[in-house]
């Protein structure tokens, strides 16, 4: 049974580089398209953890809406790839002073940890479980998730309708000085 | 079976650090967004690691919401990014520092 810890590297592999990949590209459908192939292999690390429905999930939600949302948003816009990049120490500062101590910080902890170092037993739980767990113990939160996605949906629309304001600022100054 | 329980802790920490460095490092709103996004993934896999180690559904409940959480966040975000596209004309966020408009 030395198959799955094989998998899992090689899951694991996969979804650090692609996400290294897509967090360092200048294009930005470039960056989406890494980004699908790194939720991809999350949602094979959710298959082999045993949560088939939650890889489903994750394929649909996150590899399909959200990254769709994205696309959609970057070929809206016709955002320029004139960001600067380059290896400026003020760009840098942040990341070495939070990003490098946290991961120092985070890895000490969870191999200081004692009972960690167990190996994880295989179990699955089917769709049909999970969702009878979910709608026993969690309804709550689910009727509270999707009154916050109608909330999402409102937002959206009321931010990003816009246009039926004065068209430009220059044009507003003008309507009220007159 | 699989793989002791601190490895998958430490992927999802690993991702979860480039998420972190996708946030500070890059001067563009779509890329503050979708390194939002990975942090959560990285979030949902210590869960669903958890959730099988001590053999309990409720991670896997709760991955579900952060999946929720997730898109609405990326909704109204990807919004807001447009609006301020809109009012800018760029996604530089050291572009989008006043008040009025």
């Given at each position: 049974m030395s198959l799955q810890p094989a998998i899992f590297y090689f899951l694991a592999a996969f979804i650090l580089v692609s996400t290294g990949l897509a967090i360092t590209r200048r294009n930005l459908v470039h960056v989406v398209v890494f980004l699908i192939f790194s939720f991809l292999g999350s949602a094979m690390l959710f298959f082999l953890l045993g949560a088939p429905f939650l890889a489903a999930l994750e394929v649909i939600i996150y590899a399909g809406a959200i990254m769709?949302?994205?696309?959609?948003?970057?070929?809206?816009?016709?955002?320029?790839?004139?960001?600067?990049?380059?290896?400026?120490?003020?760009?840098?500062?942040?990341?070495?002073?939070?990003?490098?101590?946290?991961?120092?910080?985070?890895?000490?902890?969870?191999?200081?940890?004692?009972?960690?170092?167990?190996?994880?037993?295989?179990?699955?739980?089917?769709?049909?479980?999970?969702?009878?767990?979910?709608?026993?113990?969690?309804?709550?939160?689910?009727?509270?998730?999707?009154?916050?996605?109608?909330?999402?949906?409102?937002?959206?629309?009321?931010?990003?309708?816009g246009g039926n304001q004065k068209a430009s600022p220059t044009e507003s100054e003008a309507g009220e000085e007159s | 079976m699989i793989v002791p329980f601190n490895h998958v802790l430490m992927l999802a920490g690993a991702v979860l650090f480039l998420g972190l460095i996708c946030v500070l490092t890059r001067r563009n709103l779509i890329m503050t967004l979708i390194g939002i996004e990975i942090m959560m993934n990285a979030a949902a896999i210590a869960f669903v690691g958890a959730a099988l180690h001590w053999q309990r559904i409720d991670g896997q409940a709760f991955v579900l919401f952060i999946l929720g959480v997730a898109a609405t966040e990326v909704a109204v975000g990807l919004a807001l990014v447009v609006a301020a596209h809109r009012i800018t004309g760029s996604v530089d966020p050291d572009r989008y520092d006043f008040l009025r408009w």
């Open positions: 769709i949302l994205f696309l959609f948003v970057i070929m809206m816009l016709r955002v320029d790839l004139a960001e600067k990049t380059g290896l400026s120490l003020r760009r840098w500062l942040p990341s070495i002073v939070i990003g490098f101590p946290f991961l120092a910080l985070s890895a000490l902890a969870v191999f200081r940890e004692p009972g960690s170092a167990e190996i994880l037993k295989s179990a699955t739980v089917g769709p049909g479980g999970f969702g009878r767990f979910v709608f026993e113990r969690y309804w709550l939160a689910v009727e509270i998730i999707s009154i916050l996605l109608l909330l999402a949906l409102l937002a959206a629309v009321l931010v990003g309708r | -």
